[in-house]
């Protein structure tokens, strides 16, 4: 399921950026001492693996990452690509130390959700984007998170952390990359070589400085599978997605009545979120494997929902058809607007 972050592509550089203003954002007055290392990064890895995450890597956090960060993320918003998702525009998004001011590595990990089921090709189905079948995320990864973030705050005097699981303006994507999770791939999705992009991901924030991974290298190579599948062409250029055009985004953010004349006749059945991008990708055809947590198997009714009926579900159907789900974010005015918008546009 895409998610709007950032672009990673170096290329990509419409905007400059005042250097002074981004060299004092992320001074030295910013950066509070580390703690002395009272546990290795290699036990704390291992402690996350025991936590049931299936990846698991450290950041650390410096000027020239967050700098590099701080202009993509300047010149993907400069071109309006957020649409009207304004949290996008937090400050707190261009600078780290922000969201916690003695941060000085970022724990991140990963949680695989894929599960073997297929849609049924046929076109009085609706089709729900796999992150929403099961249990929501925002449920399951929290409680591991907080589990490790406990046991790390409690392994030294002075230590200090904090746990997020889209719940604070951090560029996970750009930090998961850094930690050697995966890459931020064409499509914008964070790529791993085990599972794909089918994963979730959260981070820990510390100011324990910690024997920092690799950060992961691009695999797309010349691929550009996804970009040619895209129905509304939101890809733009390789890394950079187009909100504006992504139905992913107007399934799921837009608020308004009715959709674009530009998204409606393509939505080929898509009522929450779309997985066009990831379904095409070379990646997950090769290594989505099934995950392990019986938390994201899906509900069965979300697999195959048929259009005509979402498109006059009650309020109250949705309220108990959609329990603990990540798909609660749609409400149901717009459930039944995409239901409608799918079944006017078929044919």
């Not at 399934?251 to 080929?268: D, F, G, M, Q, S």
Request: one cysteine or more; hydrophobic letters at 35%.
């Amino acid at each position: 399921m895409l998610r709007f972050v950032k672009n990673t592509n170096k290329s990509f550089n419409p905007i400059s950026l005042d250097t002074i203003f981004v060299r004092f954002l992320y001074s030295e007055r910013t950066m509070s001492p580390p703690v002395k290392l009272p546990v290795s990064s290699t036990l704390i890895k291992q402690k996350a693996q025991e936590l049931g995450f299936h990846k698991v890597g450290i950041a650390a956090v410096n000027r020239d990452v967050a700098q590099t960060a701080v202009q993509r993320l300047q010149a993907w918003l400069a071109l309006g690509y957020q649409a009207d998702m304004e949290w996008m525009q937090n400050p707190r998004r261009q600078d780290i130390y922000q969201v916690m001011p003695e941060v000085r590595s970022i724990l991140c990990v990963a949680l695989n959700y894929y599960t073997p089921h297929q849609r049924p090709n046929s076109d009085e189905y609706a089709k729900i984007s796999r992150y929403g079948w099961g249990r929501d995320y925002h449920k399951v990864m929290p409680k591991k998170l907080k589990a490790l973030n406990t046991w790390l705050e409690a392994q030294g005097e002075g230590i200090q952390a904090r746990y997020y699981a889209d719940t604070a303006p951090v560029q996970d994507k750009v930090w998961a990359q850094q930690a050697g999770i995966g890459w931020i791939a064409k499509n914008g999705n964070v790529i791993t070589r085990e599972y794909g992009s089918w994963v979730f991901l959260g981070e820990i924030l510390t100011n324990l400085e910690l024997t920092p991974d690799k950060p992961h290298t691009e695999h797309c190579g010349t691929c550009t599978r996804c970009l040619d599948a895209c129905p509304t062409n939101a890809i733009t250029q390789p890394f950079v997605v187009d909100a504006n055009r992504c139905i992913a985004y107007h399934t799921i953010e837009n608020r308004n009545e009715t959709l674009p004349e530009a998204i409606a006749p393509h939505l080929k059945g898509w009522v929450a979120g779309c997985d066009i991008c990831q379904d095409v990708c070379p990646w997950n055809q090769r290594f989505a494997k099934e995950t392990d947590i019986s938390e994201f198997q899906p509900y069965p009714q979300n697999i195959a929902p048929k259009l005509a009926e979402l498109a006059v579900i009650s309020d109250e159907e949705w309220n108990q058809r959609f329990p603990a789900s990540a798909l609660r974010r749609i409400k149901p005015e717009m459930l039944r607007r995409n239901a409608r918008a799918n079944l006017e546009n078929r044919g």
